[in-house]
Nanobody, 113 residues
Framework: QGQPVESGGGFVQAGGSLRLSCAAP????????FGWYRQAPGMQREFLAG???????NYVASVEGRFTISRDNTKETVYLQMNNLKPEDTAVYYC???????WGQGTQVTVSS
C-alpha cells in the first residue's frame, strides 16, 4: 500500500493557525478511520485526533478545542485545522489509518513564542 502524503506545515507565531492536509488515495479511503499524530523532539509519536469514515471525530485533551480534524472522501484527503497554536505544538505531524502505523514522511510545524 502507498503512504499518505502530509503537507501544510510551516513556521508560525504563537496564536497563529495552520491547516494540514493528508492525501491518502485508495479504494478503502471512505470507510477507513484516519488519525493525526505528532512527534516532538525527544518525544514519542503521539495520537492527536481521529475521524471515522462518516466524520465522527475524537481528540486528545491537549488539542481539543483548538484543533479540528475533518475529511473529504471525494478528494480522499484528511485535514487538521490547528488554531491558537502554542510553542509546545512544535513537532512533525503525521497521518495514517488508525492502527496501521503506515505514516507518511510528515510535515514540520514550528511555533515560535
Amino acid at each position: 500500500q502507498g503512504q499518505p502524503v502530509e503537507s501544510g506545515g510551516g513556521f508560525v507565531q504563537a496564536g497563529g493557525s495552520l491547516r494540514l492536509s493528508c492525501a491518502a488515495p485508495g479504494s478503502k479511503f471512505s470507510v477507513s478511520p484516519f488519525g493525526w499524530y505528532r512527534q516532538a523532539p525527544g518525544m514519542q509519536r503521539e495520537f492527536l485526533a481521529g475521524i471515522t469514515g462518516r466524520g465522527t471525530a475524537n481528540y486528545v485533551a491537549s488539542v481539543e478545542g483548538r484543533f479540528t480534524i475533518s475529511r473529504d472522501n471525494t478528494k480522499e484527503t484528511v485535514y487538521l485545522q490547528m488554531n491558537n497554536l502554542k510553542p509546545e505544538d512544535t513537532a512533525v505531524y503525521y497521518c495514517a489509518v488508525v492502527g496501521s502505523r503506515n505514516w507518511g514522511q510528515g510535515t514540520q510545524v514550528t511555533v515560535s513564542s
